[in-house]
């Protein structure tokens, strides 16, 4: 059950740009390398066939251009992650959530298995069926209800869509069912491995659809089963969909009262549980007002978090030490940072941050999105470690970091500084320079995959000279080390 979300409205981050991120994690006990793509529309399938539940059906024919970070190892399916499409729509799917027996009972999850493959849709499938053929993230989020009223899915899943204007959160109900809620301008949405929206407006989804949307016959199927669990006229989805477990408040809510905490910090203090609130809390609210605008420096801080301010640190040596699970986790595979600018000219409006390997030891990296190619350092397919290769140079550096970190870490953080204060001044510059020539759209997309390959080849040196010194670091630290030295 991998992966946190975080969704950050465009009055609320620094710039008026929407932002989303989400880390994809892997499942304990395996890594998957991931690539920076970009998805031609000639590359795009026509017929589509799921890898996991051979579910198969005909993809439309107009397919736009979009960006993708799916898994080296395509024998287990694409996994596209995250992408943006040319119209500056973008998707990151999925979260993995919970939910509960009485809604698995009633709509039950797809089955597949070596045996049995009833079919649906998944995890695997969602951005490459979905990203290619919306133009906003309301259609998003109606493309992907059609799919799941049709097609079904066998997990539970929350997928989130972007545009300049608007961030829509969509999560899976059982089987067919799913609900959406916009998020609020003004606020940013926390999202660890549960079902999270809390508040929903039936009236709104059935009407407008301002803030709501939901299968057709959800309000329904909710009453005549007896899912609703509040005692009076409100609706918490959370209650009537979501789980309340044990584990949730060690594996989940940890982490969503941690970030709630850094945006938040009078309202959800480590120190004194003010109001009520608690890591282990269930009714910790799905979004918040900031207390400040959020910047991507925040949220890269929140996405890399470990508890490293409190005594549940994993490099502490507090006897509460481990006790929750780590944002920043030795099993993050891919976080994007993307964030659409609402001030900038549709050629080049996107910004993707891109970190790989364990946020706890990697810089995000910008690159432009409306591009044809991407540098080979950060699309490099190979299925094992090797350091012209992004992701596995991240790995290799978190592993070795891991048993080396009060040394290693200040290294880290300076790296960390120095990269993303050069994407800065790069992106500002080349933005700079369309906006004050007449350039042509083809010639822009050149200078993008040129600024782009700039900033890959300053990252590459960058990140090599890292592992130098954290290789180094751990080399003096070695067991079998002895004081004298031999000559």
Not at 53 to 81: K, R
Not at 464 to 473: A, T
């Amino acid at each position: 059950m991998p992966c946190t979300t975080l969704l950050v409205g465009k009055n609320a981050s620094y710039d008026n740009s929407t932002i989303v991120t989400r880390s994809e994690d892997s499942s304990q006990g395996s890594f998957n390398a991931k690539r920076f793509i970009v998805v031609k529309p000639c590359d795009q399938p026509r017929k589509y066939k799921s890898k996991i539940s051979e579910c198969e059906f005909d993809l439309p024919t107009n397919p736009l251009s979009y960006t993708a970070h799916p898994d080296s190892d395509a024998s287990f399916g694409i996994w596209a992650s995250s992408g943006t499409n040319e119209k500056n729509v973008a998707m990151t799917a999925t979260e993995t959530i919970t939910t509960n027996p009485r809604v698995l009972g009633l709509d039950p999850l797809l089955t597949n298995t070596e045996e049995k493959k009833e079919g649906g849709l998944g995890e695997e499938d969602f951005v490459t069926v979905t990203l290619p053929y919306i133009n906003s993230a309301r259609e998003g989020v109606i493309r992907l209800g059609n799919l799941l009223k049709e097609y079904g899915t066998y997990e539970s899943n929350g997928i989130a869509f972007q545009d300049q204007n608007e961030i829509w959160y969509l999560e899976t109900i059982g089987g067919h069912h799913w609900m959406a809620r916009r998020v609020p301008d003004d606020s940013y949405v926390v999202m660890p491995n549960q079902l999270g929206i809390d508040y929903f407006d039936f009236a709104d989804a059935y009407g407008k659809k301002e803030n709501f949307m939901c299968s057709d016959d959800l309000k329904t199927w909710t009453e005549e089963n007896h899912l609703n669990l509040n005692l009076d006229a409100s609706f918490n989805p959370r209650y009537a969909y979501g789980s309340n477990s044990d584990s949730d408040r060690v594996y989940n809510t940890p982490r969503a009262f941690s970030m709630l905490n850094y945006f938040n910090p009078k309202t959800f203090n480590w120190k004194a549980f003010d109001n009520n609130h608690s890591p282990e809390d269930f009714d910790l609210p799905w979004a918040m007002v900031p207390e400040r605008k959020i910047t991507i420096e925040d949220m890269k801080y929140a996405l890399s978090y470990h508890y490293q301010t409190t005594s549940y640190n994993p490099y502490g040596n507090s006897s509460e030490s481990g006790k929750y699970r780590s944002i920043g986790i030795n099993r993050n595979n891919i976080t994007v940072f993307t964030q659409i600018r609402p001030y900038k000219d549709k050629a080049y409006k996107t910004i993707e941050w891109h970190a790989f390997g364990s946020n706890a030891f990697n810089a995000p990296v910008a690159f432009y999105s409306n591009v044809r190619k991407t540098p080979f350092y950060f699309s490099n397919p190979s299925l094992r470690p090797r350091t012209d290769s992004f992701y596995w140079t991240n790995r290799i550096i978190g592993a070795l970091a891991d048993s080396n970190y009060k040394q290693a870490m200040v290294e880290i953080e300076r790296y960390s500084q120095k990269i993303m204060s050069k994407c800065h001044q790069i992106i500002l510059k080349t933005d700079s320079y369309i906006e004050e020539n007449n350039v042509s759209e083809e010639e822009i997309i050149e200078l993008l995959e040129k600024t782009n390959q700039k900033i890959s080849d300053f990252v590459e040196e960058e990140t090599n000279e890292l592992l130098n010194k954290v290789l180094f670091i751990a080399s003096n630290n070695m067991k079998n080390a002895f004081q004298r030295s031999d000559k």
